[in-house]
């Protein structure tokens, strides 16, 4: 009667271990396809971030939140006075910056103020249609001239100052032509922190939008997983028979008792 109970319980262990290799299966199934789902579902809030990210980088050159070297160009000035005297210099700019451009820029004496203080204006005329030669002929005309002949400057700066020192008292105001020039020379620098704050800022502003976009999307999407993990739940479920691990229990039970009596 052993053996018998040996043998029984020995093929009800095989059904029982069935039953489990199903529900491991069942549950790798549907811990992949749910989990797929879900990050399908969360994939506008990945890609709301994941694209300007990817603009930042590859059109802009910039990672937000970090001051990363970039490119600085070299930009050559070449500024011719009234009376053909040159001087040079160059610097390092960013490329957004940089292009070739002939100024000439009239530079107010100093003018003291109610309050004491001092303020001078500097006007810029930009000039592409015109050549160097007949520039450097136009710097040599009295600025009120140059003023009258190309009316509207292309920028006006006012500069102050609390007080100046009796060299600035006596200048006069002065007319310069410069000549910017772009070249393909390049350094890494490290980025400034104001360059670097505004572009975070544009940066988040782009994901906030990015992120309201993808809320709809993904409310949409939500419903539809509840659905399908429904659907999944009832596809690959979790079984268990009640009856066939009552049986084996109670033949285990049987056979502890058989076991006893001997």
Not at 134 to 153: A, F, G, M, T
Request: net charge neutral; glycine share 2%.
């Amino acid at each position: 009667m052993s053996e018998d109970l040996q043998k029984e319980i020995k093929e009800i262990k095989k059904e029982v271990n069935k039953e489990r290799i199903t529900n491991i299966k069942n549950s790798s199934i549907r811990n992949l396809k749910i989990n797929g789902k879900r990050l399908l579902t969360n994939a506008p809030f990945v890609i709301a971030i994941a694209v300007p990210l990817g603009i930042s980088k590859v059109l802009l050159d910039d990672i937000p939140f970090i001051r990363t070297n970039e490119k600085r160009y070299k930009e050559t000035i070449t500024e011719i006075n009234s009376n053909e005297e040159l001087s040079y210099q160059e610097q390092y700019i960013q490329e957004r910056n940089l292009y070739n451009k002939k100024i000439i820029s009239i530079t107010s004496k100093w003018l003291e103020q109610e309050d004491g203080s001092f303020y001078r204006t500097i006007k810029n005329f930009e000039l592409e249609d015109k050549t160097i030669y007949e520039l450097i002929q136009d710097i040599k005309e009295l600025p009120q001239v140059i003023e009258d002949k190309y009316k509207k400057p292309t920028e006006e700066i006012v500069e102050t100052k609390k007080d100046i020192t009796e060299e600035e008292k006596g200048q006069e105001t002065t007319v310069v032509l410069k000549i910017y020039e772009k070249n393909k020379e390049y350094i890494y620098a490290k980025q400034n922190s104001k360059d670097n704050i505004y572009k975070t800022i544009e940066f988040l502003v782009l994901v906030f939008i990015a992120e309201l976009s993808a809320l709809g999307y993904h409310s949409e999407l939500n419903t539809d997983l509840k659905e399908y993990i429904n659907k999944v739940n009832k596809k690959y479920p979790k079984i268990y028979n009640n009856k066939l691990h009552k049986e084996l229990s109670a033949k285990q039970e049987e056979l502890e008792k058989v076991k006893v009596k001997k």
